[in-house]
């Protein structure tokens, strides 16, 4: 961050990686809170020397900043105050006389970073920290066995796993990868080679994708994949809650073929000639909906509270991994960075051509759902799950619709709203389960500006969240006001 940078950011008070404290003479104590949050979260900038009031900043400048910056810089390198030692970069910059130093504290790769206890660990949320719940510190504890936690052993054998389960995934194999090398060994062998068996005992993801229901359930509480068609884009727009629930199944290979079968009903796949003057399915948008599915199965966290959830509205699919991605997803498509969070599962789907052994995944879900709808997959998340939605071609919900919008518009208006908590209200009606960081994409500004709007709008009254901050939705209060969507009901 250059002086210039820094300016622009004074002048803007929207920023969620950006905290100022006065520290005259001194170290302030809620520092370490920032610190922690930083760390636990995406990075940050914390300023000393600058003092904030409402929505104006007054730089005040340091005393003796040489000892501030030694002293700060000492304290997280020191690693006797925080758990972890932290790498901080210092800058100095000189107003008018005064000195004001910037830290920027850099996202751990291990978390949760906290100082003193563990009690003191705290995340960012919108422009402040926040102490993080016992669930979200339980979260970045299981982040740190990322690629490891399934390859644990379990107390069951080879003769728990569900044989018919092993049977049929064998058939699959010589059917769609018959030359791979698996095909002609033993079957107790072969489960040695994919590690669902580690001296004698079956590993968590092989239990997961081989065992029976009543031996997952011993291990995990709930174990299920939560799969619900909603005859709406929303739930409060369906006539019922949900149309169809996929009922339990015994394991991953089952829940993988029955959510399969029923994505691909969903989906728009045009008559299409192979070579060989058959029909063909293995379009784009179908490799790209199974990678998604695939993901999700190799990619979630079993043991979170949350759980793996698909969502099939009428004008869109979403799926929800419990769990964060190791990386950015722009990183993760830029360096075909492949690491999975449980690695045993990968290595059974890639034995049967379901995943792929690059990091290429999401690069495979992006182009081959434009190619048929012509728009990418939207993916958000946070510090314990991440979510990817696929937006349909469908004319259920039409943004393009000008008389919709105008109208819309027009009532919100008269409410005394300005245009961007307009254009706020229009993206909630569409997507109810839209995200702030979705919202700060389509509209282009902040994601803390976002949630200052949202914020206003909810006191306001004509806002309310449904459900819990990961899993809820918003709704629109004022239903009386508003008009329906033009082409609603229709196809």
């Given at each position: 961050?250059?002086?210039?940078?820094?300016?622009?950011?004074?002048?803007?008070?929207?920023?969620?990686?950006?905290?100022?404290?006065?520290?005259?003479?001194?170290?302030?104590?809620?520092?370490?809170?920032?610190?922690?949050?930083?760390?636990?979260?995406?990075?940050?900038?914390?300023?000393?020397?600058?003092?904030?009031?409402?929505k104006k900043y007054s730089i005040l400048g340091t005393k003796n900043p040489e000892k501030i910056e030694h002293d700060f810089v000492g304290v997280l390198r020191g690693e006797q105050k925080f758990n972890k030692r932290i790498e901080v970069k210092c800058k100095k910059y000189n107003f008018n006389g005064k000195t004001i130093l910037a830290f920027y504290i850099p996202s751990a790769e291990k978390k949760?970073?906290?100082?003193?206890?563990?009690?003191?660990?705290?995340?960012?949320?919108?422009?402040?920290?926040?102490?993080?719940?016992?669930?979200?510190?339980?979260?970045?504890?299981?982040?740190?066995?990322?690629?490891?936690?399934?390859?644990?052993?379990?107390?069951?054998?080879?003769?728990?796993?569900?044989?018919?389960?092993?049977?049929?995934?064998?058939?699959?194999?010589?059917?769609?990868?018959?030359?791979?090398?698996?095909?002609?060994?033993?079957?107790?062998?072969?489960?040695?080679?994919?590690?669902?068996?580690?001296?004698?005992?079956?590993?968590?993801?092989?239990?997961?994708?081989?065992?029976?229901?009543?031996?997952?359930?011993?291990?995990?509480?709930?174990?299920?994949?939560?799969?619900?068609?909603?005859?709406?884009?929303?739930?409060?727009?369906?006539?019922?809650?949900?149309?169809?629930?996929?009922?339990?199944?015994?394991?991953?290979?089952?829940?993988?073929?029955?959510?399969?079968?029923?994505?691909?009903?969903?989906?728009?796949?045009?008559?299409?000639?192979?070579?060989?003057?058959?029909?063909?399915?293995?379009?784009?948008?179908?490799?790209?909906?199974?990678?998604?599915?695939?993901?999700?199965?190799?990619?979630?966290?079993?043991?979170?509270?949350?759980?793996?959830?698909?969502?099939?509205?009428?004008?869109?699919?979403?799926?929800?991994?419990?769990?964060?991605?190791?990386?950015?997803?722009?990183?993760?498509?830029?360096?075909?960075?492949?690491?999975?969070?449980?690695?045993?599962?990968?290595?059974?789907?890639?034995?049967?051509?379901?995943?792929?052994?690059?990091?290429?995944?999401?690069?495979?879900?992006?182009?081959?759902?434009?190619?048929?709808?012509?728009?990418?997959?939207?993916?958000?998340?946070?510090?314990?799950?991440?979510?990817?939605?696929?937006?349909?071609?469908?004319?259920?919900?039409?943004?393009?619709?000008?008389?919709?919008?105008?109208?819309?518009?027009?009532?919100?208006?008269?409410?005394?709203?300005?245009?961007?908590?307009?254009?706020?209200?229009?993206?909630?009606?569409?997507?109810?389960?839209?995200?702030?960081?979705?919202?700060?994409?389509?509209?282009?500004?902040?994601?803390?500006?976002?949630?200052?709007?949202?914020?206003?709008?909810?006191?306001?009254?004509?806002?309310?969240?449904?459900?819990?901050?990961?899993?809820?939705?918003?709704?629109?209060?004022?239903?009386?006001?508003?008009?329906?969507?033009?082409?609603?009901?229709?196809?």
């Amino acid at each position: 961050m250059n002086k210039k940078e820094l300016i622009e950011k004074l002048e803007d008070i929207e920023w969620e990686d950006f905290e100022v404290k006065e520290a005259k003479s001194e170290i302030p104590k809620n520092s370490w809170e920032t610190v922690s949050a930083f760390s636990n979260t995406a990075g940050g900038w914390l300023i000393f020397g600058v003092k904030k009031q409402g929505k104006k900043y007054s730089i005040l400048g340091t005393k003796n900043p040489e000892k501030i910056e030694h002293d700060f810089v000492g304290v997280l390198r020191g690693e006797q105050k925080f758990n972890k030692r932290i790498e901080v970069k210092c800058k100095k910059y000189n107003f008018n006389g005064k000195t004001i130093l910037a830290f920027y504290i850099p996202s751990a790769e291990k978390k949760p970073v906290f100082f003193n206890n563990l009690k003191n660990t705290f995340i960012r949320t919108g422009s402040g920290d926040q102490r993080a719940t016992n669930e979200e510190r339980d979260a970045m504890f299981r982040e740190q066995a990322f690629s490891s936690k399934d390859k644990e052993l379990t107390k069951f054998t080879f003769k728990d796993l569900d044989t018919k389960t092993i049977r049929d995934y064998r058939i699959y194999m010589k059917n769609f990868n018959p030359e791979h090398r698996f095909n002609n060994i033993p079957t107790e062998e072969l489960l040695y080679k994919l590690n669902v068996l580690i001296n004698g005992k079956v590993t968590i993801g092989g239990l997961l994708f081989f065992g029976k229901e009543d031996d997952i359930n011993r291990l995990l509480t709930d174990f299920r994949i939560d799969y619900l068609e909603i005859a709406g884009i929303s739930y409060s727009d369906a006539p019922t809650r949900y149309t169809y629930r996929l009922s339990e199944e015994e394991n991953l290979f089952r829940f993988y073929f029955s959510i399969i079968d029923r994505l691909l009903k969903k989906i728009d796949i045009p008559f299409k000639m192979t070579q060989s003057g058959f029909a063909s399915k293995d379009q784009p948008q179908v490799k790209a909906i199974r990678e998604a599915l695939v993901n999700l199965l190799m990619h979630s966290d079993y043991f979170s509270t949350l759980k793996p959830r698909i969502r099939v509205f009428t004008d869109r699919i979403e799926f929800m991994n419990p769990g964060a991605l190791p990386k950015d997803f722009r990183i993760i498509m830029k360096e075909d960075f492949s690491q999975p969070r449980n690695s045993v599962l990968a290595r059974i789907f890639r034995a049967i051509n379901l995943a792929e052994n690059a990091g290429t995944g999401f690069d495979k879900m992006f182009s081959g759902w434009k190619t048929q709808y012509k728009k990418k997959p939207v993916v958000g998340g946070d510090l314990d799950y991440y979510k990817i939605v696929f937006y349909l071609d469908k004319k259920i919900v039409k943004k393009e619709d000008e008389k919709w919008s105008e109208k819309w518009s027009e009532k919100w208006s008269e409410k005394g709203l300005t245009n961007r908590q307009i254009e706020i209200t229009k993206e909630i009606k569409i997507n109810p389960n839209i995200s702030r960081k979705q919202l700060s994409e389509l509209l282009k500004i902040n994601p803390s500006a976002v949630q200052k709007h949202l914020e206003n709008l909810k006191q306001k009254g004509f806002l309310k969240r449904i459900g819990p901050a990961k899993g809820g939705h918003w709704e629109i209060v004022h239903r009386s006001v508003y008009p329906k969507l033009q082409s609603e009901g229709t196809k």
